[in-house]
């Protein structure tokens, strides 16, 4: 390969390695815990749970579930959804979250599946729901708290943080830590048949929603995620965005078949704004584009 080559691969590709640089440097210092760092009062939009005591950043969802499961307005934990969300929309889903770390990992390794943008926001919807039925029982598990009848119990072990029902990232980053890190795992196969059938549904999901990223990326972001299809909510009104220039594009549509999370940018064309709910700001797109038509930009 020539020097001037070289270079323009190198110039090419310089996001897609800041942001793994970042992606993997976030995971680090988000379990800062394992080098001997103390934990912080930093609450971000991000999913890593609460219960691994080497997290040392605090995930704003699930402290959301907990704090509401005791009775107390999480302020903070809406404050970090809503002011990360209004100024950076999702990026933080595309260069912090630890679990969309797992994601791009798992995707590579799979066979990338383009989603229509029908499918893609039916995904995102779904998301949505499963995001305002959990905060409605969390929503009514505060009330009753509050009224001195407590309906945790209906709940059984996902009573602390309803959610989790669902959520493969409490099985990763914190139920498997806790089985290895004490040593709880069933040494023999007869003692398979006798775990709490909890942690059965947790592996079986965490199994399946792993199969589902080999064929769809980004699969839980894009439709089980209730924090990531919360801030897709409120990413239309977020200060910094991607737009595409019609001028400059000529439909080639590379950018969109890079694109993690199946969003549909040439549909932006018009209006120049690229405001998708699922959009997490990778900038891949904007990266791989040959006619450099797509930019970051703040409103």
Known sequence: MSTAASKKTAKRYYITFARKLTQVLSFIIIFGGALGYSATFLVLPIRVGLSNPYVIISDAWMLMEIMLGMAIVPLVAIASIALFTLILGRATCGWVCPFGLINDIVGALGKKKRLSPQTVISLWKFALFLAGLFIFIDISVYYNEVAGSSIKNYFGAFSGAPSTFLDPVTTMFSLMFWMSYHDKWPSDLNEWFNLPAELYWRLFLLAIII?????????????????????????????????????????????????????????????????????????????????????????
């Open 211 to 299: 199969v589902a990223i080999l064929f769809i990326p980004r699969f839980y972001c894009k439709a089980l995620c209730p924090l990531g299809a919360i801030m897709g909510l409120g990413s239309e009104f977020a200060l910094l965005t991607l737009y595409v220039s019609k001028g400059r594009c000529d439909e080639c549509k590379i950018c969109e078949r890079v694109c993690p999370m199946d969003v549909p940018i040439l549909n932006f064309l018009d209006s120049g704004e690229i405001r998708h709910p699922q959009c997490i700001l990778c900038l891949k797109c904007m990266e791989v584009c040959p006619t450099k038509a797509i930019s970051l930009k703040l409103r």
